[in-house]
């Protein structure tokens, strides 16, 4: 299927998130859909809520909200002209704002639309306390504008460093080496990173030896963080994560149908790895999420905080409209 590019215009960029228990105030999405392709992409499950297909049509056919610095400036502005240009008390207003919520904001198409940067120039404007999750090392043209504003966190997803895997399972994403290598580039400008370490894909990329290797690597590149997550599949996901392992790992297919007789992997298997992932903290003194912009990001830490219960999660995920439950996975 061709990749087909779709020009659109949106009313508003920043989509307030009003429930209370997720650790960020706003989120942007200058695209929809993601030429990323993941298999495992909880943001599948939303397509059905746009008319779209969570099959092929949510890789190849992008959405681009041309408009969305221009929206965003328009919302950022009226704010500013009910507390009389006062632009620090705009950005305590606002809060925190998390870009990439559904879609990889530096997808492919970013390298000409540049809809992201035009973002950040505009939350750089008003001092807007911002994380960005990617798996793209364009994110590294932006560096002049991370390096202006006042509080900002980058967030990079990895959930394995074998780059045979990650073809398969992320057929667009860039390499797990060229992730490592922006990571440790971010870093070492001065940029706040964190390895988004989500999903844990069982009998895939959950083992021991597996999650310390990255817990190593983001250690070594710089990160401040590691944030972690379980793979969760909704019946939309579930059906072509369930595809992609019947072509490539046809023997994982029974243990996953006992595994997830539901949306989430069984009670003792999250257990594990949590307790697995919570001594690779303290082994490499990488804390789960931070304070500040980047724990915007931090769906892990939300899950943790709730205390991993699936029932619980399911009750905040029910109560959630389209583009809050972007984090609830």
Request: aromatic residues 8%; positive net charge; hydrophobic residues 40%.
């Amino acid at each position: 299927m061709p990749k087909e590019y779709e020009p659109i215009t949106v009313k508003q960029t920043l989509t307030k998130v009003k429930e209370e228990r997720m650790p960020f105030n706003w989120s942007v999405n200058p695209y929809r859909g993601c030429a990323h392709g993941c298999s495992f992409c909880y943001a599948r499950g939303f397509q059905a809520f746009i008319d779209k297909g969570a099959d092929d049509e949510f890789q190849n056919h992008i959405m681009l909200k041309m408009n969305a610095a221009e929206a965003l400036e328009a919302q950022l502005s009226k704010l500013a002209v009910r507390f009389n240009h006062d632009i620090e008390a705009v950005s305590r207003h606002v809060g925190s704002v998390a870009i990439g919520t559904v879609t990889d904001p530096y997808q492919p198409a970013e390298g000409k639309a540049m809809l992201t940067r035009e973002c950040l120039k505009v939350l750089a404007k008003y001092r807007i306390d911002t994380s960005i999750t990617t798996r793209s090392p364009l994110i590294l043209r932006d560096l002049d504008l991370l390096g202006i504003m006042p509080s900002v966190a980058v967030n990079i997803s990895l959930n394995t460093l074998d780059g045979q895997l990650a073809r398969k399972l992320e057929p667009g994403s860039p390499l797990p080496s060229k992730r490592l290598d922006t990571l440790e580039r971010l870093s070492g400008h001065g940029v706040q990173t964190a390895v988004f370490m989500a999903p844990i894909l069982p009998y895939l990329t959950d083992s021991a030896d597996q999650m310390e290797a990255i817990f190593a690597a983001a250690r070594e590149r710089g990160a401040s963080y590691v944030i972690t997550s379980l793979l969760r599949l909704s019946p939309d996901v579930k059906k072509w994560y369930y595809k992609t392992l019947r072509e490539h790992f046809p023997e994982k297919l029974a243990a996953y149908r006992n595994l997830y007789t539901g949306r989430y992997a069984e009670d003792e298997y999250r257990q594990r790895i949590r307790s697995i992932t919570e001594e690779l903290r303290r082994k490499h003194e990488l804390s789960p999420a931070p304070a500040g912009a980047a724990a915007a990001a931090g769906t892990a830490w939300a899950k943790e905080r709730a205390g991993g219960s699936s029932r619980e999660l399911e009750r905040i995920a029910g109560q959630l409209p389209l583009e809050q439950l972007s984090f609830v996975f």
